[in-house]
């Protein structure tokens, strides 16, 4: 056994390379796409220390040409989540016992992987399964992903290391416990990185994970676990299965020794969810944690004192990089009438140069949405709007999933702030704008506020700083993560701890260590070196005694 107050390494956040032409590693990622292209994998469960293949396989294709196979999952059934939970609880004592300092050292291996040998790889199977350009790939599947694993492995020594105060003769301390059981983390298509972050933040703090991440991302999640088990995490500690998502729910929420859950997905899931937690709650040993990010119909306010050109900016990178599929994304904007002229030939004539199209081609922009499903849906609220007399279809509208399910940028100008497309998370590139008096400002962001049911990005554009500050105050309660002169997307690990509340979740910040104290059971220690040998206190003694 070591003995020391150990320091970890003091985390810093991982450069985005750029790919331009002619760099390194643009031809290390179009090497990585070439060779993943070229074979079919066939993707197993990680159940314990085994590789576990069913007779039940599932395509994979990539959403931008989804003729082409990339190979197939294994997927799994209720006897699955039941050996994944049997493996989970088998390690439980010795992951709890490892020293964390350990624990440490796995997850700091796994960042420096990602970091290096793996960058390409990973990226590549974002852009291919998940159908990311480049750098959307490279912002998430390698920087965010090495920022969780950095940052939380700091966030954890700070957690550790905070203590009570001892008064005379005693010694307080403080022993942050894992949970009683095990974790379930549920994990989205959208980001490689939240899909390691889930189950990786619980296990860092010594808990053991049942991971089922999305149909759609189990392309990058197999590789998020070959990375883990070079790194040198103990077979059983992340158990990762290919299930349906209701049947797992079924084994897992009737657990006893379910502890707590780690999400990211749709409100209605969630709010399904926590109704079954509460309706199981006599079951378990002890009262879950419930974490999670859901929904967002993110805003932008625009004030009469923005610059054009900023403004633009601004809506085209929120509302149309990886296609509006990220919860954070610019879903709705509110202009002012001086201005809109102004922005609307700005988006015009930049989404004209926009281009659109598979991964593979470093020029594409926009790529595809990631299933027929989310395909149809969306083309279906933009052919509504076609038909609608109180829309105008300022840029956009056109979708063909001949190739890839593809949905060009879309702007809807509505003339009702409370339109559907206003309300509703489409979860898609379309963007609804809606154009307000200037006299307006400050009342504007009463509709704003009561719009939606969701509360977890949004920003403003301003010059004016009084009207900054007004918006800083009437959106208060908006938005979780509040950006000026921004766009409402691209929280930073270390920087902007992400999270909203109302229908958005439960706001305990991922990147953050707020995210991680929720996934330990402090026990406090009182230790008193010279304990007292009779009961009485000194009032007790009669009057005119000593």
């Known amino acids: ?208 994970v049942v991971w089922k991440p999305s149909e759609n991302q189990v392309y990058a999640a ?62 378990y040993k002890s009262y879950p944690r419930i974490v999670g990010e859901t929904g967002g119909k993110d805003f932008v306010l625009v004030h009469q004192s923005a610059d054009a050109d900023v403004v633009c900016t601004a809506l085209i990178r929120g509302a149309f990089e990886y296609q509006g599929q990220k919860c954070s994304a610019a879903s709705r904007a509110y202009i002012p009438q001086s201005l809109w002229p102004a922005v609307k030939d700005g988006l015009i004539r930049e989404l004209q140069t926009i281009k659109m199209g598979p991964v593979e081609d470093f020029e594409n922009f926009v790529n595809a949405v990631i299933s027929e499903k989310s395909f149809d849906k969306i083309a279906k609220y933009i052919d509504q709007a076609k038909k609608e007399a109180g829309v105008e279809i300022v840029a956009g509208g056109t979708c063909d999933k001949t190739q890839g399910y593809f949905i060009q940028p879309t702007v809807l100008r509505v003339d009702d702030p409370q339109y559907v497309t206003m309300c509703e998370e489409l979860f898609g590139p379309v963007l609804s704008v809606y154009v307000y008096d200037d006299a307006d400002y400050e009342s504007v962001m009463a509709v704003i506020d009561k719009t939606s049911i969701y509360a977890l990005t949004g920003s403003v554009l301003a010059n004016d700083r009084y009207a900054i500050e007004k918006a800083l105050a009437g959106l208060r309660n908006a938005a979780g993560n509040f950006y000026i002169n921004d766009k409402p997307t691209g929280a930073v690990v270390g920087q902007q701890p992400f999270g909203g509340a109302r229908g958005s979740g439960t706001n305990d910040k991922a990147g953050s260590a707020l995210n991680l104290l929720r996934w330990v059971s402090p026990r406090t220690i009182k230790e008193t070196f010279d304990p007292p040998r009779r009961y009485g206190y000194p009032f007790l003694n009669p009057e005119g005694s000593v």
């Open 1 to 208: 056994m070591s003995n020391g107050l150990f320091r970890v390494p003091e985390p810093t956040n991982e450069p985005v390379l750029t790919y331009a032409p002619g760099t390194p590693e643009r031809s290390s990622l179009q090497a990585a796409l070439a060779i993943a292209r070229s074979r079919e994998v066939d993707l197993p469960m990680y159940i314990g220390d085994a590789e576990v293949r069913t007779d039940k396989k599932i395509a994979i294709h990539p959403p931008h040409d989804h003729h082409h196979l990339l190979g197939y999952y294994n997927e799994g059934d209720r006897s699955h989540v039941q050996m994944a939970i049997d493996a989970a609880l088998a390690v439980k004592a010795d992951w709890d016992a490892l020293a964390w300092n350990e624990r440490a050292a796995i997850f700091l291996k796994a960042a420096d992987l990602v970091a290096g040998p793996y960058r390409a790889r990973i990226n590549a199977a974002t852009m291919l399964g998940q159908s990311k350009n480049a750098f959307q790939a490279e912002i998430d599947s390698a920087c965010e992903l090495i920022d969780f694993l950095r940052f939380n492995v700091y966030y954890m020594a700070q957690i550790y290391a905070s203590q009570p105060n001892s008064g005379a003769g005693v010694w307080n301390r403080m022993d942050h416990r894992p949970l009683e059981g095990f974790v379930f983390a549920l994990t989205p298509f959208n980001f490689t990185a939240i899909a390691a972050n889930l189950p990786t933040s619980a296990a860092m703090m010594g808990n053991v």
């Open 222 to 283: 197999q590789v998020i676990m070959e990375v883990l088990k070079e790194a040198g995490l103990p077979a059983g500690v992340i158990n990762l299965i290919y299930v349906d998502g209701p049947m797992a729910g079924d084994v897992i929420f009737s657990h006893p020794d379910f502890a707590g859950i780690h999400f990211t997905g749709s409100t209605p899931v969630f709010q399904t969810i926590w109704k079954t937690i509460g309706t199981n709650i006599a079951r």
